[in-house]
């Protein structure tokens, strides 16, 4: 075996373990972003219920309702943010699967195009009849593209959103954990006077 032919070797199986590890991590970070998401739809709909439960539970209910009225509607705009992050997740990896198959069909349309040699006559109206298995694939390859492009903006679009959705719910979240301890904090009692 050759040098050149052990370096191939070895480029294709550095490759193959890049490739593995590049997988495992997409696989990881959609795992963690999957948990994510629902802790912080499952935190915000337990804060909910924690908080009606606290107010049930105390001498004038109707008084620490409304004092807890911020925080609940802090906790569904969490869990409505959380659950429309999933929803954009599954659009998102929907339009990037749309991406990259006609990417590649764009690639295979395009490659199997160049492999027809285009013709040029003097006669303009022969070379076109010639040419035109050639153009009909270069015109489908073309489309591929378009679609890809549109497809791929899409996807960014979605991520874009995604990110803000979790850092609404996130922020939801926080906003009512926090504002029965501001309340209580600077004097506010949870029983009514």
Request: glycine share 8%; hydrophobic share 50%.
């Amino acid at each position: 075996m050759t040098y050149s032919m052990m370096g191939i070797k070895m480029g294709k199986n550095r490759q193959s373990n890049i490739h593995g590890v590049v997988s495992d991590l997409r696989l990881e970070s959609y795992f963690y972003f999957r948990q994510w998401v629902l802790w912080l739809g499952l935190g915000s709909a337990g804060g909910a219920v924690a908080f009606i439960s606290l107010a049930a539970a105390l001498p004038d209910p109707d008084y620490a309702f409304r004092i807890f009225l911020f925080s609940l509607w802090s906790f569904l705009i969490g869990v409505l943010s959380a659950g429309i992050c999933m929803l954009l997740a599954s659009l998102r990896a929907k339009h990037a699967e749309s991406h990259f198959a006609t990417a590649y069909n764009r690639n295979e349309l395009s490659d199997a195009a160049k492999s027809i040699p285009e013709l040029i006559s003097s006669p303009r109206s022969i070379a076109d009849e010639y040419n035109k298995p050639r153009d009909h694939l270069l015109a489908g390859a073309e489309k591929a593209d378009r679609i890809a492009e549109r497809a791929w903006k899409w996807r960014t679009v979605f991520n874009r959103v995604i990110i803000f959705c979790q850092i609404v719910s996130g922020l939801s979240f926080v906003l009512g954990v926090a504002w029965p301890l501001v309340f209580v904090s600077y004097g506010g009692s949870l029983v009514s006077s």
